[in-house]
């Protein structure tokens, strides 16, 4: 199993909407794409969010080799939940994060959140 794990950076970098508005505040995250391009045999990829000392709102964004495109969604974290997975489909090679506001007037942009890829062979 090959893993990695990373923070999101304090303050907002998606609007109320979802847009994004502060790129040096979004982190871009390269998953190991499944089943695996160049004869590396990725068999699954999972990708996780958690927090701590509060709750979050993550606007995320998946490329898909595949498609070409971008597939947006929205989690929130919280932690009195545990870890919170995004799905990950086959030929998904890039993931996008952003914290955005809970609600409109939200500046409550402090809230720890910790992300992680983890990826298996096949066997």
Excluded: C
């Amino acid at each position: 199993m090959a893993y990695a794990v990373g923070q999101l950076p304090a303050g907002f970098g998606a609007n109320d909407a979802g847009d994004a508005t502060d790129l040096a505040k979004t982190v871009v995250v390269p998953v190991p794409e499944y089943p695996g391009p160049n004869q590396i045999p990725w068999a699954r990829t999972w990708f996780s969010l958690a927090a701590e000392h509060g709750s979050a709102k993550i606007r995320y964004a998946i490329y898909n080799e595949t498609t070409h495109g971008w597939k947006v969604g929205f989690t929130s974290v919280d932690n009195k939940q545990g870890m919170v997975g995004i799905d990950i489909a086959p030929a998904d090679s890039i993931i996008s994060l952003a914290r955005m506001p809970q609600a409109p007037g939200d500046t409550a942009d402090q809230t720890p959140v910790a992300w992680i890829v983890q990826a298996v062979l096949q066997a």
